[in-house]
């Protein structure tokens, strides 16, 4: 049989040829970018429930700017073993896996597996681009846990707790509560396992008992103690759980403590699916210092006093020792001279540093005798980075909240004020405040 011709247009003479379709990888080829998660979607991937929807946004940049003009489909999977196995699709859906014209996608994923069924292991989400052939690289998020239920603490830790005011039967109190995607849980019995942990960065398991003194009869007082009369059992979705820290933050490089109650997996496995809770951070102080008799022993020259001008008039030896001397009022630590470290720079210590204050920021309380530690370059690498840590944490804190009272004060200058002032069509007139004698012809315009 003869091969088959092509047929021929009668007005060009040309032959017809089935058009060629570029593939998608030749037009594309020349996008190159970088894919990035949006920050806050990822906070809030951390402990996501079963079959709930979780969004994603995902954006094409290319040196900080978005790659727009393209429609770029992507390839979204998820991964456990610390990503190094794929989970079967059929076990999650993905929505709106596509990077739009304007440079971002918002993809929707709905896991229907638990973190237990792959024995406790966390899952990551990856996205590439499904065309091999374009120069962008492909991301992952962090590791998560997905649960069936969480465990939250209903009630507000203390910022600074004294623990030796009230006796050793004084407990703080923590009302915890068992919650799915519906709301209040009622159905399952959870044992508590609540342990004690540093607030810093991962949330580190605290020490054993660090004495400030050498004292025997506290060799058998443990660091978290749990109230004899707690029931340490979520029942028909609820549990109160009373205990104390029998230990204070100095102790501990003057780390705030963290609560953290979980379930207790080592009583029962299946308790995998349930999400701990953490409380927030608690600064242990024994007890109040007395401001009154600080002062008053200051003032008669007692121990712990700074020497007046007649120190001056001292022999040298004491007017060394009384220069680098410090005082410790009951809100801070104030120095009374310069100090300077080993590379020569001056520090003035002229300042106090309000220990309630700190204590309000999650700020460590420097005690006198680290605070010249650190100014003469004696303070040990893993106790600098601890302070370092919660300084860290406490200035990211304090912008947060600053930048929320800043946002809410523009908004109410702009939905209150404004409207306000715009309503006043008449000047009001007042009396000059400055000039008392004077008749109230001083004019304010709104």
């Not at 910022?159 to 509560?177: A, C, H, I, N, P």
């Not at 609820?238 to 204070?248: E, F, G, K, T, Y």
């Not at 699916?273 to 102080?285: G, L, N």
């Not at 304090?398 to 939905?415: A, C, S």
Request: aromatic content about 4%; proline content about 4%.
């Amino acid at each position: 049989m003869g091969r088959k011709r092509t047929s021929t247009s009668s007005k060009t003479g040309k032959s017809k040829r089935a058009k060629v379709v570029v593939p998608t990888n030749k037009r594309l080829s020349s996008v190159n970018g970088t894919l990035q998660f949006d920050e806050e979607d990822q906070n809030s991937l951390k402990l996501p429930y079963v079959s709930q929807a979780i969004l994603l946004k995902i954006y094409l940049n290319k040196d900080n700017k978005p790659v727009t003009g393209k429609t770029i489909p992507l390839d979204i999977k998820l991964l456990h073993d610390d990503g190094n196995q794929e989970v079967p699709d059929t076990e999650y859906k993905v929505e709106g896996a596509e990077i739009k014209k304007d440079g971002a996608a918002t993809v929707q994923v709905t896991i229907n597996t638990l973190s237990k069924d792959y024995k406790g292991k966390t899952f990551v989400l990856q996205a590439s681009p499904q065309d091999s052939n374009l120069s962008i690289v492909e991301i992952r998020t962090a590791p998560f846990t997905i649960v069936s239920q969480r465990l939250k603490i209903n009630s507000d830790a203390p910022t600074l707790w004294f623990k030796d005011e009230g006796g050793r039967d004084k407990s703080m109190e923590f009302q915890v509560e068992l919650w799915n995607t519906l709301g209040l849980h009622k159905s399952r019995d959870v044992p508590l396992l609540v342990t004690l942990h540093y607030d810093t960065e991962g949330y580190p398991q605290a020490l054993a008992h660090t004495k400030a003194r050498n004292d025997d009869s506290k060799d058998d007082l443990q660091l978290l103690q749990m109230a004899r009369d707690t029931d340490s059992i979520v029942r028909h979705g609820q549990a109160s759980v009373r205990l104390r820290i029998n230990d204070v933050s100095k102790n501990h490089l003057t780390h705030a403590f963290i609560i953290k109650i979980a379930p207790n997996i080592i009583k029962d496995p299946e308790l995998m699916d349930v999400a701990a809770a953490y409380s927030t951070p608690i600064v242990v102080k024994s007890k109040r210092n007395n401001t009154k008799k600080k002062k008053k022993k200051i003032m008669n020259g007692g121990d712990g006093a700074v020497s007046s001008s007649s120190s001056g008039s001292s022999s040298g030896s004491s007017s060394s020792s009384s220069s680098s001397s410090n005082e410790q009022g009951g809100h801070g630590v104030r120095y009374k001279k310069s100090i300077r470290n080993n590379s020569g720079i001056p520090f003035n210590m002229n300042t106090t540093m309000d220990a309630a204050a700190l204590g309000s920021m999650n700020l460590p309380v420097i005690t006198p005798d680290v605070m010249r530690r650190i100014h003469n370059g004696e303070l040990d690498a893993p106790k600098s980075g601890a302070i370092l840590a919660q300084w860290g944490y406490a200035v990211n804190r304090f912008v947060e909240k600053t930048n929320r009272q800043v946002q809410n004060l523009l908004l109410f200058n702009g939905q209150v004020v404004q409207p306000l002032l715009h309503s006043v069509s008449a000047a009001t007139v007042v009396q000059c405040c400055c000039c008392p004698h004077c008749s109230p012809r001083c004019v304010v315009l709104f």
